[in-house]
DNA sequence: CTCACTTTTTGACCTATGTCAAAGGAATTA
DNA sequence: TAATTCCTTTGACATAGGTCAAAAAGTGAG
């Protein structure tokens, strides 16, 4: 799905308006394992995740890797806080597998904010399905058990769950690795 | 504080602005322990607090009331999820303490999300503030320890955490009351 | 095909927090 | 101020899931 096709699904835009819109993304292609936001940097790009997968994580006071969120194809990848406050990041932003993104930096998303009532109401409404989601995670992690996680991971990202380490599925869901594999066992 | 202190802090409206804003918000008093929104019910409306203090919960498979979230003087409160999706509730909104409330229905806000590009990029700025305590909230459910989730909510809610039943603040918390009140005596 | 490395599985044991039950306190109402 | 109801604390015991360590299964470069 292109950025052009996703904006069109949740606010009409006209072709002029589109058009404007996508110039101001950079396509770019970026192999698996690369890093794009680091610990402690401000993110600087929002990107649109035409084709591939990432994730954001951070590392705890013990040196272990935790996922944070999974962001599959025709979804915006950043590390939200940082870019939006233009914030040291509390995570790293990696992707999974080679992927295919369109970025856009933080003055530019502003000026199309600014320019288009639009597309500030695309941003408020995509920002709101975030929250519904987080919110989910949420209920998700702090009143089920380990397995009835696994099941609401696999419902929130059917097209992730089997093409990722087990260890960042684990620590997404709050559980060991070790755990989870039991778990998958049944 | 008021609706219209409160969203000058955000963007800078104009009196006419505020006043027209202010215009379509209903003042409300409301009675302690009074429910504002039942579970499957439509939430129709927004509210502003002014004073008092509220908390969106809901009951579990086995009857239980678990708390979703507070919301304290200066904060908007609602079901976000069914107020702007228009979709029954998952959860119940009521009163904590005696308040006084601002509210809109879904018609006017949309209209004024319309109107006013500027309130839209309120809704949005606010809406992002709201997925920023979301995560937090997360981060604290998923890997701290009882003692240092119930520091995180002293840190995030000073004004409410004393005020409110010892159940309420540990069904928030994801624990059981019992450990709640055994963490508190130290 | 093989060596080196990464990821997953398995087992034994441990602990934070839950569950259940009952007793104290506080607060509201008559 | 007594009665009723609600809220908080305490104790004994149970358990889901964590920790640590090692084996097994995949994966990829040469």
Not at 39 to 53: A, R, T
Not at 62 to 71: L, R, S
Request: glycine share 6%.
């Amino acid at each position: 799905m292109s950025i052009t096709e996703f904006l069109s699904t949740i606010v009409p835009f006209t072709d002029d308006e589109l058009k404007d819109i996508a110039s101001h993304f950079n396509k770019e292609t970026v192999l698996k394992n690369q890093t794009l936001v680091r610990q402690g940097e401000i993110c600087n790009s929002l990107y649109f995740v035409e084709k591939g997968m990432g994730r954001s994580y951070y590392l705890n006071e013990n040196g272990k890797d935790i996922t944070q969120w999974f962001f599959g194809v025709g979804k915006f990848m950043s590390s939200v806080d940082s870019f939006f406050q233009q914030t040291p990041s509390i995570y790293y932003l990696e992707v999974l597998q080679d992927a295919t993104l369109y970025s856009i930096s933080k003055e530019d998303m502003d000026r199309l904010f600014a320019k288009y009532h639009k597309m500030e109401k695309m941003g408020r409404l995509v920002t709101i399905e975030m929250l519904t989601k987080m919110v989910n995670k949420l209920n998700a992690i702090q009143f089920q058990t380990a397995k009835e996680r696994y099941d609401y991971m696999l419902a929130e990202f059917p097209d992730i769950a089997y093409q990722v380490p087990l260890g960042h599925i684990a620590s997404y869901l709050g559980m060991t690795q070790e755990t989870l594999s039991r778990i998958r066992k049944g």
